[in-house]
């Protein structure tokens, strides 16, 4: 089955080790989000990448970067976790196109990070 | 700028109740608007979404949306709830502008059914 597959499901790091979150799909859409949900809120978007071109939002720190080598996957990494980094971290893909048609995105089990 | 407001933090009710989930937004253009569900410790599920046509919205597992652009609502609801539907839901809203449809979360409402 065409699927969003998120490694780890759970990860443990250390306080300002960076750690790398991965992400790939098998639906062949062009667009990959990642979403940070932090205990009992709301997926927050960090970024997206619309094919290769990536976009960050305006609140999105900069201890968080991504890469997206080809399609099918796309990276998450935090460069130095503090205390409050620890959230569940989803992945979500779509299709788009010029037209601008809303298509579903679809979302991934996520990465429960732990900073210790 | 868009938002969503999800009034209601907790919603308990017990085992083949009606529930209703309550959602508002704010936009200041068209929008589409959708429920997820949340299972713990999982990602998000799409239950239902309103593009455009008829306001009233079927979705999975028995659950219905009706989108109310004069009291700026989507508001979901099912006639007899079960255990399983315990979870977290919440309300997006995309709006038409841009590419890569950016969803805004409301800030969901845990359903606990008890038996």
């Known amino acids: 089955d065409a699927m969003v597959i998120q490694n780890p499901r759970y990860q443990v790091t250390q306080f300002g080790k960076p750690v790398t979150l991965s992400c790939s799909q098998t639906?062949?859409?062009?667009?990959m989000y990642w979403y940070q949900q932090k205990s009992s809120q709301a997926p927050k978007l960090l970024f997206h990448?619309?094919?290769?071109?990536?976009?960050n939002e305006a609140d999105t720190p900069d201890n968080f970067q991504s890469r997206r080598p080809n399609t099918s996957f796309c990276f998450l990494d935090i460069r130095s976790p503090g205390l409050g980094d620890a959230a569940m971290y989803l992945c979500?893909?779509?299709?788009?196109?010029?037209?601008?048609?809303?298509?579903?995105?679809?979302f991934g089990p996520g990465t429960r990070l732990t900073v210790l | 700028a868009q938002s969503v407001t999800q009034l209601d933090s907790q919603v308990p009710v017990f085992e083949e109740a009606p529930v209703e989930l309550r959602c508002n937004y704010s936009s200041s253009v068209s929008v589409y608007l959708f429920w997820y569900v949340q299972y713990p410790n999982q990602g998000l599920q799409l239950l239902l979404k309103?593009?455009?046509?008829?306001?009233l919205v079927k979705g999975i597992n028995g659950f219905e949306a009706e989108f109310n652009k004069s009291q700026t609502s989507f508001h979901l609801r099912k006639p007899s709830v079960h255990i399983s539907d315990t979870a977290e839901y919440f309300c997006?809203?995309?709006?038409?502008?841009?590419?890569?449809?950016?969803?805004?979360f409301g800030g969901g409402t845990r359903l606990m059914v008890k038996p």
């Open positions: 979500a893909t779509s299709r788009e196109t010029l037209l601008n048609f809303y298509n579903e995105q679809f």
């Open positions: 990448y619309y094919d290769k071109d990536f976009n």
């Open positions: 309103y593009l455009s046509g008829s306001t």
């Open positions: 639906l062949n859409h062009n667009v």
């Open positions: 997006a809203v995309s709006d038409t502008i841009g590419a890569g449809n950016m969803l805004t």
